[in-house]
C-alpha cells in the first residue's frame, strides 16, 4: 500500500477540507464547525458528516475534512456511505424484533429457546429475548476470534454453545453475541434473512434508499474506509467488524452501511411516531428503560439512554433521550422532548493506517457535539415535559431509585401528631353533653413525637372517651410472638384492651358487640409495608365491621418504613384473600397503612365512613432513617431498619423448614437448617450476583421457633445498597437455591402460604430461573401500580 509524504499528511491534518452544505444552516449551531475541525486537528478523526434535525426539519448538514487519507486523500462528502458497525443493532435489528413483537409472534418474557431451542444448552435455558436486548443475558462480548472459523451458521453455532460469564440479569455486559443471536431470531420468526428482512421492512418503507447489508460495487468509491484487516488490506465497502465480517457481512450486530442523509430520515421516523414502520407505542416502549428495576445501566430495547457507553448524549441533552454509538466512529442520538436528532458519521478507526497507531477515537467528539448542540438551540424543556421525560427514562420512584435522593434529614410528623395540632378535629369531640365514645386499634407502636402513648393522649381529650383499646398481633405491648394474645386491662387507663389476634378467623375480627356501642374507632400502627404483615388485614376487618355499623375510621397514618417509592415482588392470586392476603397486591406495595385503607376501602367495596389523618413532611423516596423518629419495633423479630428492608424477601420462605433467625440476635438476617451446608448455599447464591446482598457462611443455633436448640448452618445476609435491593426477588432467589439444592429436605410447598401465586410457586418447583420468573410477574405488578396511584397520598 502507497504511504502518502508526511508533509501531504500534515497538510490534510492542519488545513482539514471546508465544510460541505446544501440546506440552509442554523446559524447558532456554526459553533460546530470549529469543534469538529479541532477533532481533525488533533488526528481524532480524518473527517465527519454532521445533520442536525429539530422541530422536524434539518437545522445543519455538513461534510468535513477527508473521508480517505490512505491509500490517497479524498475529501468528505454529504453522500459518503459509512460502515456503521453497532448502529446495525438500533437501526436494523432492533426495529426488526420490535416489528415481529408487534405482530405477537414472540413476548419479550420469552426464553429465547422457546424460538431457537438450539440455544437452551449450557446454562442459557432461561435467558429471555428482553435480557438479550438490554444486553444482562451474562454472554460474553463478542464470540471467540482466537481461533480460525467461517460462515454465519458457525456463527449462530458458536453463540448457542457459548456459556454465560454472569448469571442472566444479574450485570450489564454490552454484548455483539446477544445481536448475533437476535439476528438470527429475526430470520428465524420471520422466515427471511436479515439483510433481506431489513430492506423490506424498514429501509425501503422508510426510503431510506443508500442504506444496507453488503454495499454493492458501485458504492464503493462514496464509501468512508475503515482500517486493515488482519491481512492488511485495506477495509472498503467490507465490514469492519471482525465477527460480522467472518459471518459474510451480515450479521445482528454490525454489517448496515449507510448515510447521514438515510440515518437522519430514520431518526425523525422515531419523531414523527414510526411512520408505519413502527408504532408510537411501539417507540415508546422500545426507548424506556426496560433494563431489570434493580439495573443501574439504564437500556431500551436495544437503545442506549444512559450508560458509560452514552457519551454521544453530552452533558445537556435532557435525560428522556436515546441513541446509540459505532466502533467505527459512528453516532445517532435522538431527543423526543425537544425533537431533536444528532447524526455524526465519522471513520475515526481511520487514522490508524498510517503511524502512530494509537490515534482515531470519535468518543470526546461526541460528547462535545451533543453538549453545544443543546447549548446552542437552548433546548430547555418545559417543566411538564421534564416530567415526562423522567417517565420515559426511569428517572422514576420504582425504576431507578438510586438516582432519588437517598437520605435526607427530614422532621416528619406522624398522624397522631397532626391530630394534636389540629386539636384533635377529625375525632369532632362533642362540646356539651355525653362525650363522643372510641375506640382505638394500636400498639407499642402508637406513640407521639415526645413519647406519649396515642393511648394515654386520647383518654385525656375533652368531649371523647376512650371506651375501648384493641390489639392486633403481638398484643398491646408488641411483646407476644404467640398466636395466644389474651384480653386485659391497660394498666395505666384502666380501659378495656380486646385481642383481635389468634388462631381462628373469628379471634382477628373485631368484637362487633363493643364496636356496635363505639361512635368511631381511630387507628394508630406502624406497618412493615409488606402484604403478609398482618396489621393491613385488621384494619381491613375493622373497616368492613364499621361499614356494618355505620361508625367511623379513623386512621392516624405513619411511615412505611422501607419507603414508599418501591413497589416489587408476584402480586397476590385474586380469590385467595385471607390474613396474610388481605387484597391482590405485590409483596412490597410502597403505600402506607392510611392509602393501603383507602384503596381497600374501594376496592373492595367496603365503603366505610374513613379519614386519613395524613402526615406531614413524609415523602415517597423516605426510608426510616431520613424521618427524624425513633424506631419502636413493630414486631418482636423487626428490630431495625436493616431487618425491615430483609423482611420482604427472607420472610417469603419463613413458612417452610427453615430457620429465618427467630430465636437469635439477628432475625431475617440469617437463614439455616441442620441440613443445609453453609459455604455450598453462599457460594452458589453469591455466584447468582443477586444485585445488593452478598451471603456469608455461618453457623448458629436459635433459642425458638424453626430447629430451637439445634445446630443450623447457612447464611447471613449482608445487605449492600438498600436502593437497589428487589427483597421480593431475593425471596424467590432463596427458595429456588434451597429448592436446587436440597431437594430432598426442603419442603417447598410450604411457601404457598405467604407467596399465594401459584404460577410463581410452579415456576420454582419445576427450575426457572427466579430473574426469569420476575420478568414473568411485572405485567400485573405494572397494572397494580397504576391502581395504586388513585391512591396515594403523599409525593
Known sequence: MRRLPHKLLFFIVLFPAVGFCEVPLD???????????????????????????????????????????????????LDTVFDCASLTKVVATTTAIMQLWEQGKFRMSDPVAKYLPEFGQNGKQDITIRQLLVHYSGLAPDLDLATAWEGKETAYRMAYEAAPEHSPGAAFVYSDINFVVLGALVERLSGESLDEYSAKHIFMPLGMHETRFLPPASWIPRIAPTEEDENHRLLRGVVHDPSARRMGGVAGHAGVFSTADDLAIFAQALLDGGRGVLTSATIAKMTAPQQPVDGRVLRGFGWDIDSPLSTNRGELLPVGSFGHTGFTGTSLWIDPTTKTYIVLLTNAVHMRVVPPKDKGSAVPLRTKIGTAVAAALALDPAEAEKMRAATITGYNEMQSAARKLAVR?????????????????????????????????????????????????????????????????????????TTDVKNEKDAVTGVQ????????????????????QLDAVVIDLADAGVRFYTYEATVGYFLEAAAKLGIEVIVLDRPNP???????????????????????????????????????????????????????????????????????????????????????????????????????????????????????????????????????????????????????????????????????????ELAAALHRLYPNDFKLEKMGDLLVNQSVFDAINTGEDPRRIAEDWQERLNQFVLLREKYLLYK
Open 562 to 732: 422501607i419507603a414508599g417509592s418501591f413497589v416489587q415482588g408476584p402480586v397476590s392470586d385474586e380469590g385467595h384473600e385471607k390474613f396474610t392476603n388481605y387484597f391482590p397486591e405485590p409483596v412490597r406495595h410502597g403505600m402506607t397503612l392510611g392509602e393501603l385503607a383507602k384503596m381497600t376501602n374501594t376496592e373492595r367495596h367496603i365503603d366505610a365512613r374513613l379519614t386519613v389523618v395524613t402526615m406531614e413532611d413524609w415523602q415517597r423516596g423516605d426510608w426510616f432513617d431520613s424521618t427524624g423518629l425513633a424506631w419502636t419495633n413493630p414486631s418482636p423479630n423487626l428490630r431495625d431498619l436493616n431487618q425491615a428492608t430483609l423482611y420482604p424477601g427472607v420472610a417469603m420462605i419463613e413458612g417452610t423448614n427453615v430457620s429465618v433467625g427467630r430465636g437469635t440476635d439477628t432475625p431475617f438476617e440469617v437463614i439455616g437448617a441442620p441440613w443445609i451446608k453453609g459455604r455450598e448455599l453462599a457460594a452458589y447464591l453469591n455466584q447468582r450476583e443477586i444485585q445488593s446482598v452478598r451471603f456469608v457462611p455461618i453457623v448458629f443455633t436459635p433459642a425458638s421457633s424453626n430447629f430451637a436448640g439445634e445446630r443450623c448452618e447457612g447464611v447471613n445476609l449482608v445487605l449492600q445498597d438498600r436502593n437497589t435491593l428487589d427483597s421480593p426477588e431475593l425471596g424467590i
Open 27 to 77: 446559524s447558532r449551531l456554526a459553533v460546530l464547525d470549529s469543534i469538529i475541525n479541532d477533532a481533525i486537528a488533533q488526528q481524532q478523526i480524518p473527517g465527519a458528516v454532521l445533520i442536525v434535525g429539530h422541530d422536524g426539519r434539518v437545522a445543519y448538514r455538513k461534510a468535513y475534512g477527508r473521508r480517505a487519507i490512505e491509500p490517497r486523500p479524498e475529501a468528505m462528502t
Open 409 to 481: 434529614n427530614g422532621t416528619v410528623k406522624t398522624g397522631i401528631d397532626v391530630l394534636e395540632e389540629t386539636k384533635f378535629a377529625a375525632l369532632h369531640p362533642a362540646k356539651g353533653g355525653a362525650p363522643r365514645s372510641i375506640g382505638l386499634l394500636t400498639n407499642q407502636t402508637g406513640i407521639d413525637s415526645e413519647g406519649r402513648r396515642t393511648i394515654d393522649v386520647l383518654a385525656n381529650v375533652p368531649g371523647i372517651s376512650l371506651d375501648a383499646i384493641f390489639s392486633p398481633e403481638h398484643g398491646v405491648a408488641g411483646t407476644l410472638d
Open 497 to 516: 384492651v380486646y385481642s383481635v389476634y389468634g388462631v381462628s378467623d373469628a379471634a382477628r375480627h373485631p368484637p362487633m358487640d363493643v364496636l356496635k
